[in-house]
């Protein structure tokens, strides 16, 4: 697939323009996600300098993009769309807001629904003393 990603909220917390903290295990999970031949975009409000500390802060830690705010690396920038051809988009915006990566990516490996996953993790939370901000990441479900 090709798959959308966003930074600030997805990859790392909130702290737009300074880049927050790291989100737990989502640079993993995305290049878990390209060894299986997924190709990855940036897709990002972030342009210039921002951006390209954006780019720097994954590639130091092993994740290069197919493609940064465009649908493939040759795409002239002045002419591609602000929203990029993709298979599906990974954005903490999204309706229901950012599930856990072991969540996304047990999705897109599997193919398996999203409720089923959810409800999958939920259950092996169970009895691990998960937080309950971490699992009302699911509250829309």
Not at 108 to 123: C, D, N, Q, T
């Amino acid at each position: 697939m090709l798959i959308a990603v966003d930074f600030d909220g997805t990859i790392v917390e909130h702290r737009y323009p300074k880049i927050g903290n790291p989100i737990p295990f989502a640079i993993e999970t995305l290049i878990q996600l390209q060894k299986e031949q997924h190709r990855l975009i940036l897709w990002t409000v972030r342009e210039g300098r921002l951006l390209d500390e954006a780019v720097a802060y994954c590639e130091e830690r092993g994740l290069t993009f197919y493609a940064v705010n465009k649908s493939y690396p040759e795409e002239d920038p002045a002419k591609a769309p602000r929203k990029p051809l993709a298979d599906l988009f990974i954005d903490d915006r999204n309706f229901g807001g950012l599930p856990d990566w072991g969540v996304i990516y047990r999705v897109i490996s599997s193919g398996e629904s999203l409720v089923a996953a959810k409800e999958l993790y939920a259950a092996a939370d169970t009895d691990k003393g998960v937080s309950k901000k971490r699992k009302g990441l699911f509250r829309w479900f």
